[in-house]
Nanobody
Framework: VQLVESGGGLVQAGGSLRLSCVASGSASGIFFRLSTIGWYRQAPGKQRELVATISDGDNTVYTDSVKGRFTISRDNAKMTLYLQMNSLKPEDTGVYYC???????WGQGTQVTVSS
């Protein structure tokens, strides 16, 4: 299973970005559709942390700092995971990674930088 993230970039505080993560490869469909999938981020000098997850039943979980600003969604037909990020803050800066819990698959990450 391969995961490829895109959509990162440099944005001013208060701006928006939409991240995408596309799954491909052998058995990716089964893993993607039947697993909880999510977004994590890692800021410089810090540990990787959970941002948001969405279950196979579309139940969502968000870390407190992004509630009301970020929205996670999935399109199983396209095997794509999304993260809509609004009202971005400098503390949202980091590398954002896509994850499929079952099997422990990770993407290579996409950089998000929010300037003040």
């Amino acid at each position: 299973v391969q995961l490829v993230e895109s959509g990162g970039g440099l944005v001013q505080a208060g701006g928006s970005l939409r991240l995408s993560c596309v799954a491909s490869g052998s058995a990716s469909g089964i893993f993607f559709r039947l697993s909880t999938i999510g977004w994590y981020r890692q800021a410089p000098g810090k540990q990787r942390e959970l941002v948001a997850t969405i279950s196979d039943g579309d139940n969502t979980v968000y870390t407190d700092s992004v509630k009301g600003r970020f929205t996670i969604s999935r399109d199983n037909a396209k095997m794509t995971l999304y993260l809509q990020m609004n009202s971005l803050k400098p503390e949202d800066t980091g590398v954002y990674y896509c994850n499929i819990q079952t099997g422990g698959y990770w993407g290579q990450g996409t950089q998000v930088t929010v300037s003040s």
